[in-house]
């Protein structure tokens, strides 16, 4: 069974099975199972990343021993500190590392602090504000926003979306917010 492992929030994770493959019984890592806890293992070593936070996006996906990263950062050591971190799991034998460094800007930098204002010091959002890492990702790519994470309703979605299309010198933004836990 192939997993996909959604990294949101620092704490929460989706695993959807997106494609039914025949099991081998020789799989020395326990199957299913094994899978299961390469991928518990994965997304607790990535939320564990020292320089992870609310303007990176962090996603993986696990098939077998295989793992693959993905997602957005704004620092290279970031990707490459994922990879090293993933790599010393128990089972897997391969990572396939493409997290995505986004480029250098101080427009870019400017932009993120302007919709992490907009977003978090709404009221609405004092809930999410508090936490380790924000549940509400902030990806910015030259003067394109994405909003990545899970929110608690369609209305915190849609709050969020527009507070992020408030910004002003903003290109796009798309809202990849996931209502509900």
Not at 73 to 99: C, F, M, Q
Request: with cysteine.
């Amino acid at each position: 069974m192939k997993h996909v492992g959604i990294l949101v929030c620092g704490l929460a994770l989706a695993c959807l099975p997106v494609a039914a493959q025949k099991h081998n019984s020789a799989d020395r890592f326990g199957g299913t199972q094994g899978q299961d806890r390469i991928t518990r293992e994965v997304r607790h070593e990535l939320v564990m990343l020292p320089y992870y936070g609310v303007f990176d996006n962090l996603a993986f996906t696990v098939n077998g021993g295989n793992v693959t990263l993905l997602g957005q950062v704004t620092r290279p050591t970031l990707k490459s500190d994922a990879d090293n971190v993933v790599k010393r799991i128990e089972g897997v034998t391969h990572v396939d590392n493409k997290i995505e460094v986004l480029p250098l800007s101080d427009m870019d930098w400017q932009t993120r602090r302007a919709e992490f204002r907009a977003i978090y010091s709404d009221p609405s959002f004092t809930k999410y504000a508090y936490q380790a890492i924000p549940p509400i990702h902030i990806i910015v790519d030259n003067g394109h926003v994405t909003l990545v994470g899970i929110v608690d309703s369609d209305a915190d979605k849609n709050l969020a979306g527009i507070r992020a299309n408030q910004v002003p010198g903003v290109f796009s933004v798309t809202n990849n917010l996931v209502a509900g836990k």
